[in-house]
Structure formats: C-alpha cells, structure tokens
C-alpha cells in the first residue's frame, strides 16, 4: 500500500539529530554532547503537583484551549518576564509541547504555495511543516552575520508570496540570540507588511546577558506574531509536552479549530504541573541558566584554545563551532569524533545546509563530562592537523 501515501510525506525525511542518534547508540561508553534537553530533573514541587492532579482526579479532557487556571498563569508569566499582554480568553492556546504548537501554526496559516523565510542554519523541526502545508522554505544564510537573521539579509528575501517568517531566537544549533536593535529593525521592516512572524522563544529564559526580548513586544507587531514557547526547556519538562501558543484573537480563534481537531487539549495532568512550574517556579530557570552559562564559557574557552572558531553564544545550551579546518564533511568528523575520541556531537548538516562545515555541541551535561569530552576533541583535533602537517609539510 505504500504506493498510495501522500508524496508529500514520503518526501520528508526523519531528522538528521535522530539519524545520528541510531548511529550513536550502537556504540558503548560514549560521551554525549548531543543532548536537546536540559540534564536536571524537573523541579520536585513540579513533579508533586503532577502526583497531586492524579490523586484529585484531574484525569479528564480540559477545555480545547487548556485549563483556565495555565491560561491566566502563561499570561501573566509571559507579561511579568517580556511586558507581553495576551488575554488568556483568547489569546492563548496549551500546546503538546512547542511542536505541536509550531504545526498549529503553520497549518493555520499557510496554504499551498506561500514562502516561508527562515535563517539557516536552523533547528530542523519547521521545514517539514512546511513542506507537508504546501508552501516552500525560503533559506537565508546567516553564516556571515554570526548566525543572526537580520533585517538586512531578511528584506532581500520578502517576496509577495512570502507569508510567514520564522524567529527562533536563542537559537537551537547556534546558541545565539537577535539582539535588541535588531529585531527593532525587524520590526520597522515588516511593521506596514501582511507577514506573520512565528517567534519561537522556546529558550527564553535560558538568555546569558541581560533581558529576553520578543518582537512582539514592538508597536504593530502583536497583531501579525504568533510567540511560541512552553516549559520543556526553561523547566527541564521536555517529557511533560507542554507548550503555549500566543497569538491575536483573530487568529488564535482559527487556530483552536485546527488544535481541537488534532488533539482536542493538552494532557491534563501536564497542564497542572506546568501551572506549579508557570507560578510558584516562575524563576526556577535562573539557577539552571547560571550553570549553563558557566558550562558555555568552559566550552567556549577550551574551543578558543584549540583554534577552533565559535560565534559565543549567548543563549541556550548549544555551540556551534566551525570544524572547516579540518577538511572533513560535518558527518564524516562526527562519525570519526565518535569512533575515535568516543564523543558524541551532531553533525551541522542536521541543521540544514548552511550547518555543514559545523557541529552542535550541547553543554546540557555535567561539567565532568564536559572537561573529558572537551580533552579527547583537542587529542583528536591534535592528531588531524598533525596528519594534514605530514601530507602537505611545507604549508
Ligand atoms: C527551537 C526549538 N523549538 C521547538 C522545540 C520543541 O520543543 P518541545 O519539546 O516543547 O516540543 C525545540 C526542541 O528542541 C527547539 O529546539
């Protein structure tokens, strides 16, 4: 029966993070920096509130939307940390994790045909969306303005079919966040245009230097932003699959159809422990980003040390280092990173094709593993341009 799949679901592929994880786990003793999630346990009063809406029985379908209660409580988190103000009536959808509510999105407003811009390199989980909505990724490269879609690069890519524009900032691979001019200059740019933004801000809370800043927060710019963000990271509740989906009445209303249709809501017990995450732990990222800020600078000194170029990121948990020197395809010098060095890390060409020539690293681990990993990465890098010395000496 095969034959008679939707081609345009036989024509994406299954992600280049999860091709390498197959090949990763065939082998043993291995130190991983490929993790997308954060090492720490979710918080105890958050995995108690979860046992508690067992034991009161909330075990039951909750409103389309999401319990009223998580609503009000996304509302006013995202109002007190980003001067954000979305009616939690409305304005607001509980999501299966930023996901689904990245598929809500795009299937609400995209039709076959239009373009949607994203920076590239760029967390692989948008474009197949895309593609299965009919429209056409449109790639900017941002490898020459360190990995930030500026309003420069972005205006030479609008077109009058270009619907949609993708923010994902901090970025997952590249750690690196659009400072505030910027996305001011984004603003202006697209202020007077019939162009969504979907600004996913995921990693919001885990921002190393100053304030997380959403370009929804800009005049004209609420009513055409779709702000996607959820606890999986800012709580360390990826398995939990709660995500928030803030948009315009307008559009949200539409979007709910498409929500109801496809889940009906949110897992209800999730929904109360984000709720305890969302008000009593509303600060419970800032320890978890302190560490992660601390692992970024080991890693990024330790690169620095060994010649290998990294853009400082200054969001998240990941780094994205250049390994071009090397002459190795991104694939090949993970492959021979993991065979040779028994170290993990994902190969850039995941990220599509501006990764290649790069790896993501992930800090999410201790820093005991850090340092090992970082130590057998100089040994294997020592060895590759001991090899390059002896086939081309007088270079
Ligand atoms: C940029 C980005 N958006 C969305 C997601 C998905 O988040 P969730 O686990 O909440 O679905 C991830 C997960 O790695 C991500 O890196």
Redesign the pocket.
């Known amino acids: 029966m095969e034959h008679l799949i939707n081609q345009k679901v036989k024509n994406i592929e299954i992600s280049g993070i999860r091709k390498f994880f197959n090949l990763v786990s065939k082998y043993d003793n291995v130190l991983s920096l490929t993790i997308?999630?954060p090492d720490f346990s979710t918080p105890q009063h958050i995995k108690d509130a979860g046992i508690n809406a067992i034991h009161n029985d909330h075990t039951s379908y909750t409103a389309n939307a999401g319990i009223y209660e998580l609503r009000k409580a996304a509302c006013q988190f995202i109002s007190d940390k980003y001067k954000l103000l979305y009616n939690p009536d409305s304005e607001v959808i509980v999501?299966?994790?930023?996901?689904?509510?990245?598929d809500i999105t795009f299937r609400t407003i995209l039709t076959e045909g239009d373009e949607v811009i994203l920076p590239n390199p760029v967390?692989p989980?948008?474009e197949p969306i895309i593609r299965l909505c009919g429209a056409t990724p449109v790639h900017v490269d941002t490898r020459s303005s360190s990995f930030l879609l500026t309003a420069d690069l972005l205006k030479k890519y609008i077109t009058d079919k270009t619907r949609c524009i993708v923010l994902?900032y901090?970025?997952?691979?590249t750690g690196v966040t659009l400072p505030n001019d910027e996305i001011k200059k984004i603003a202006a740019l697209l202020k007077d245009k019939d162009i969504f933004v979907l600004s996913?801000e995921?990693?919001s809370e885990l921002v190393f230097e100053g304030e997380h800043t959403t370009i929804a927060s800009f005049p004209g710019m609420k009513e055409k932003t779709i702000v996607?963000n959820?606890?999986?990271?800012s709580h360390s509740?990826?398995g939990w699959?709660?995500?928030f989906v803030f948009g315009p009445e307008n559009v949200m209303k539409h979007m709910l159809k498409v929500h109801q249709y496809n889940v009906s809501c949110a897992t209800s017990i999730s929904q109360y422990a984000a709720l305890q995450a969302l008000t009593v732990g509303a600060d419970d990222a800032i320890t978890m980003n302190e560490t992660y800020k601390q692992r970024m600078e080991y890693v990024y000194n330790r690169l620095q040390a060994m010649g290998i170029e990294s853009v400082k990121p200054n969001g998240?948990f990941y780094i994205f280092p250049s390994i071009e020197q090397f002459g190795l395809s991104s694939f090949d010098f993970a492959v021979k990173l993991l065979e040779e060095a028994k170290v993990a890390v994902v190969p850039g060409s995941a990220f599509s094709t501006c990764g290649e020539g790069y790896i993501r690293l992930s800090y999410a681990c201790d820093m005991e593993t850090l340092i090992k990993a970082m130590d057998r990465l100089e040994q294997l890098t020592l060895s590759l341009k001991q090899k390059s010395k002896n086939k081309f000496p007088y270079v």
Request: charged share 10%.
């Open positions: 997308g999630q999501s299966i994790g930023a996901s689904q509510g990245i967390y989980g948008y994902p901090p970025s997952n691979p996913d995921i990693y996607i959820g606890v999986s990271k509740m990826t699959r709660i995500g998240a």
